[in-house]
């Protein structure tokens, strides 16, 4: 059973060649296919031949799917190829097929259904409808899912690390923006920048300033928890990989989903030149950015390119530039349209923080305060980082203060 514009998992032919055994009457290979068949559904996560084509339409890249990235409308020609290509699908799902092998085989089959783990709501509403609509039904269905939830891996999952291309992290860290105490106000700035690039409102490039372990990365992290089924992705990119940043933005563009292109600890040394393709990015050149991804990055540095007194000009140097060149390298941080500063922790920031963790954990404990304090002067200092390891280490039973 060919499909024109579709595609489906590897148990549609195992489905064909059940369906071709049978006509035969070829009881020995249309036992193996439905063997295939059942395993193949069940490795997958779902013995449910309904959910199983739902996930496939939903997510696998296909011809139907990149023309409708293009932007373009579906041509009378690809939607009367679509129609027939659910026909066949439908065809396939409805058929008899345990019934029938088990009367050709004379003994009882294993269900194809019954199995299933759980789908996710888009699944079970396409699954419902394959159970029971008619080819127009679907398709309209089918294409307006892709108009608003995207398409490819981009909709099936949350988050990604940027490997040569969008790898998938299946079960990315749920974090809550709720765990980040005493930075409220660096929280809303950030999640009304996110909104606004949800809503398809203006939004600016992010950079997220401050010390060590004070909350900046977890911020960004628990976007996802926070916005993820409301259409945001995360991209998680490594330093080194800036240089593919044009061709990531060029990935999502097209998507009805909006992006947040996310690069941790961002800093460069003094005669780098990476930055310059990044601050070029920042401030537009001759190809336009898409409109649903913004850039938001963690530094530890101000300015992010790495100074020192030695780098300012000297007032006797012959190069009357020079102070364009200085001024050059601090630039790059006024790029970001929202710079969101968060501060360092002092003692007592840093007991607040470990007793609102305290509570939100069940920990209870003598002197906590104190047992605190110490554990930051053993350990790494004021911070939210050093809060979380230290009730962490009050759970697991393990030493909080030096011997």
């Given at each position: 059973?060919?499909?024109?514009?579709?595609?489906?998992?590897?148990?549609?032919?195992?489905?064909?060649?059940?369906?071709?055994?049978?006509?035969?009457?070829?009881?020995?290979?249309?036992?193996?296919?439905?063997?295939?068949?059942?395993?193949?559904?069940?490795?997958?996560?779902?013995?449910?031949?309904?959910?199983?084509?739902?996930?496939?339409?939903?997510?696998?890249?296909?011809?139907?799917?990149?023309t409708l990235r293009s932007g373009s409308?579906?041509?009378?020609?690809?939607?009367?190829?679509?129609?027939?290509?659910?026909?066949?699908?439908?065809?396939?799902?409805?058929?008899?097929?345990?019934?029938?092998?088990?009367?050709?085989?004379?003994?009882?089959?294993?269900?194809?259904?019954?199995?299933?783990?759980?789908?996710?709501?888009?699944?079970?509403?396409?699954?419902?409808?394959?159970?029971?609509?008619?080819?127009?039904?679907?398709?309209?269905?089918?294409?307006?899912?892709?108009?608003?939830?995207?398409?490819?891996?981009?909709?099936?999952?949350?988050?990604?690390?940027?490997?040569?291309?969008?790898?998938?992290?299946?079960?990315?860290?749920?974090?809550?923006?709720?765990?980040?105490?005493?930075?409220?106000?660096?929280?809303?700035?950030?999640?009304?920048?996110?909104?606004?690039?949800?809503?398809?409102?203006?939004?600016?490039?992010?950079?997220?300033?401050?010390?060590?372990?004070?909350?900046?990365?977890?911020?960004?992290?628990?976007?996802?928890?926070?916005?993820?089924?409301?259409?945001?992705?995360?991209?998680?990119?490594?330093?080194?990989?800036?240089?593919?940043?044009?061709?990531?933005?060029?990935?999502?563009?097209?998507?009805?989903?909006?992006?947040?292109?996310?690069?941790?600890?961002?800093?460069?040394?003094?005669?780098?030149?990476?930055?310059?393709?990044?601050?070029?990015?920042?401030?537009?050149?001759?190809?336009?950015?898409?409109?649903?991804?913004?850039?938001?990055?963690?530094?530890?540095?101000?300015?992010?390119?790495?100074?020192?007194?030695?780098?300012?000009?000297?007032?006797?140097?012959?190069?009357?530039?020079?102070?364009?060149?200085?001024?050059?390298?601090?630039?790059?941080?006024?790029?970001?349209?929202?710079?969101?500063?968060?501060?360092?922790?002092?003692?007592?920031?840093?007991?607040?923080?470990?007793?609102?963790?305290?509570?939100?954990?069940?920990?209870?404990?003598?002197?906590?305060?104190?047992?605190?304090?110490?554990?930051a002067a053993w350990g790494n200092g004021?911070?939210?980082?050093?809060?979380?390891?230290?009730?962490?280490?009050?759970?697991?039973?393990?030493?909080?203060?030096?011997?």
């Amino acid at each position: 059973m060919i499909l024109y514009l579709l595609e489906v998992g590897p148990w549609w032919r195992s489905l064909d060649t059940v369906a071709t055994a049978l006509r035969r009457g070829e009881a020995e290979r249309a036992l193996q296919a439905y063997r295939d068949l059942f395993r193949t559904l069940v490795t997958r996560g779902s013995a449910d031949l309904f959910e199983a084509a739902a996930e496939d339409l939903l997510w696998c890249d296909s011809l139907l799917t990149r023309t409708l990235r293009s932007g373009s409308e579906l041509p009378d020609a690809l939607q009367q190829a679509l129609r027939l290509d659910l026909a066949r699908l439908l065809a396939g799902l409805r058929g008899p097929w345990q019934g029938g092998v088990e009367a050709l085989v004379g003994h009882s089959l294993p269900p194809l259904a019954g199995l299933a783990n759980g789908a996710r709501p888009v699944v079970a509403e396409l699954a419902g409808r394959l159970r029971e609509g008619v080819e127009e039904e679907i398709a309209a269905l089918l294409l307006a899912t892709y108009r608003r939830s995207g398409t490819g891996s981009y909709a099936r999952y949350l988050a990604f690390r940027w490997r040569d291309g969008a790898v998938p992290v299946a079960d990315p860290d749920s974090v809550e923006g709720g765990g980040l105490i005493d930075v409220e106000d660096q929280l809303g700035k950030l999640f009304q920048n996110t909104e606004a690039l949800l809503s398809g409102l203006p939004a600016h490039d992010v950079l997220l300033y401050g010390p060590r372990g004070s909350g900046k990365s977890t911020a960004v992290r628990s976007l996802l928890s926070r916005y993820g089924e409301q259409g945001l992705r995360l991209i998680e990119v490594e330093r080194d990989d800036l240089g593919e940043l044009q061709r990531i933005l060029q990935t999502v563009a097209g998507q009805p989903l909006k992006f947040a292109i996310f690069v941790d600890d961002l800093s460069f040394d003094r005669g780098e030149v990476g930055y310059r393709g990044l601050r070029s990015l920042l401030e537009g050149s001759v190809e336009s950015r898409p409109d649903n991804a913004r850039l938001y990055a963690t530094s530890n540095r101000r300015h992010l390119v790495r100074q020192s007194f030695s780098d300012r000009p000297d007032p006797l140097d012959d190069d009357v530039h020079a102070w364009d060149s200085h001024h050059e390298n601090l630039a790059l941080a006024d790029r970001f349209g929202l710079t969101i500063t968060f501060p360092n922790a002092t003692q007592r920031t840093y007991l607040r923080i470990v007793e609102g963790l305290a509570v939100r954990e069940g920990v209870e404990v003598a002197d906590l305060s104190l047992r605190a304090v110490r554990y930051a002067a053993w350990g790494n200092g004021y911070s939210g980082r050093t809060a979380r390891q230290f009730i962490d280490s009050l759970r697991a039973g393990l030493p909080v203060a030096a011997p």
